[in-house]
């Protein structure tokens, strides 16, 4: 028909499309994915830029002599790091590790470097998965990662419990970058299956921190945890984003600006819905928390803005075009913005002359609010239809003791433990009924009054 009228009509009409693609993949670089969610405050944020130290620790071959310190050091003692294993005792199950006891934080911290691209180990623990191969708690996880958790928690669990019993009042984290955060990811959910085995009663002292975190965990694993996992991602990293199959993506690294446009195409023409209601899909896992430092059409870096949600619908679905989407991914850029960002909110900390016993209560807000989202969360996707998904524990995310408490008195007195459960589950149930609304798709809203 064009040719006949002399005007390219469909010529016309498939550049225009390709032009609005372009333009709206070009608007992603400004952080649009987070746009709507809340700015993270300097309480939660600040073990980050020190947990990014305590990965690049892992790179150097000698602590007491670095050659790759950050400016102000690693903040570490190296008296304090009482195990190391290269690629010579994991067999390439898993990249190399340490265990730190970091005293001043009271915390017992597990830390596994990222990807080296010189060690075929390495990629050979990416490529082991296919789409739906491997299921876990109700999900579907990472098969290649799954494994290396594994590996890691049969081989350290003893070593840990014993650190967990001398040290009860501390905590236990586990941190990792790239091909380590998807590690550390599924082997927290592995550590709060298997708590009795290292010493642990209360869930709450267990988390983990996923910097440029690969897609590991399906949907409902991803926003179940959340109250327990943490990713932290630099703007335009490709990895947290990246939907295509890692063996492709790893095959075509020479080639990489052209597996993310071809990459990009395909999700655009992805139905959102098809994305939710197929539960053999990977995200990134738990709270998610967006740095942001560029601006749409302008050079340089910016101050840095943190926002942090715990997602269910635009959990960063699309890759962008970006120049920044490999540089964002290392772990250098990870620790300087997010020191940055830091230093930012401690001085707008310090102009508004914030007293001690209100940084107290504002904490304890924090955790009641971080519950009521993880909540709001967890009812969203099942509202949306996430297949499999449901609420952990009718009390919330950080009350999961109360829960352990309310069992132990069902058993001692010979009732049913349930009974206490559904009791409060209705109560939360009306409470939510009372004040929010669930419009067409599937969004909370809080009702007008």
Request: proline share 6%; net charge negative; with cysteine.
């Amino acid at each position: 028909m064009s040719i006949f009228c002399g005007i390219p009509i469909l010529e016309s009409v498939y550049c225009l499309a390709c032009a609005r693609w372009v333009w709206l993949k070009c608007l992603y670089t400004a952080g649009r994915e987070s746009e709507n969610w809340g700015l993270a405050t300097a309480e939660e944020f600040e073990p980050i830029p020190r947990f990014c130290k305590l990965i690049l620790s892992v790179y150097e071959d000698d602590l007491r002599n670095p050659m790759w310190a950050p400016p102000g050091g690693y903040g570490m003692d190296p008296d304090w790091v009482i195990l190391r294993k290269g690629y010579e005792e994991t067999h390439g199950r898993v990249p190399p590790y340490i265990v730190y006891l970091d005293h001043d934080h009271s915390d017992i911290v597990l830390i596994v470097r990222g990807l080296n691209m010189a060690k075929e180990s390495d990629y050979l623990v990416m490529l082991d998965n296919k789409l739906g191969q491997t299921k876990f708690d109700g999900g579907y996880v990472h098969n290649g990662l799954l494994k290396a958790a594994e590996w890691l928690f049969d081989t350290e669990c003893e070593f840990l419990r014993e650190l967990v019993l001398k040290n009860p009042k501390y905590t236990l984290t586990f941190i990792g970058h790239s091909l380590g955060s998807g590690v550390v990811a599924l082997l927290t959910l592995i550590a709060l299956q298997n708590r009795s085995k290292l010493g642990i009663v209360e869930r709450r002292k267990i988390r983990c921190y996923a910097t440029a975190p690969a897609r590991c965990m399906s949907l409902n694993l991803a926003v179940r945890y959340a109250d327990v996992i943490n990713s932290i991602v630099l703007q335009d990293d490709f990895l947290p984003r990246t939907t295509t199959a890692l063996s492709d993506l790893f095959k075509s690294l020479f080639c990489l600006p052209c597996v993310l446009c071809i990459t990009c195409l395909k999700d655009t023409c992805t139905l959102e819905e098809r994305m939710f209601t197929d539960p053999r899909r990977l995200y990134a896992p738990g709270r998610l928390y967006h740095i942001v430092e560029r601006k749409p059409f302008r050079t340089g870096r910016f101050p840095p803005v943190v926002r942090t949600a715990v997602p269910v619908d635009g959990r960063f679905e699309q890759v962008v075009l970006s120049c920044h989407a490999t540089t964002d991914h290392a772990i250098v850029w990870i620790e300087r913005e997010s020191q940055k960002a830091f230093d930012i909110m401690m001085d707008r900390d310090r102009i508004m002359d914030v007293p001690a016993k209100q940084r107290m209560e504002r904490k304890e807000f924090l955790v009641r609010e971080h519950s009521q989202e993880h909540e709001a969360a967890l009812r969203k996707a099942i509202a949306l239809d996430i297949p499999h998904a449901f609420p952990t524990s009718p009390y919330g995310t950080f009350t999961l003791s109360e829960t352990e408490e309310a069992e132990n008195s069902g058993k001692s007195t010979g009732g049913s433990p349930s009974e206490p459960l559904k009791k409060r589950s209705e109560s939360w149930d009306d409470f939510v009924e009372r004040l929010f609304d669930v419009d067409e798709s599937g969004n909370m809203m809080i009702k007008k009054s």
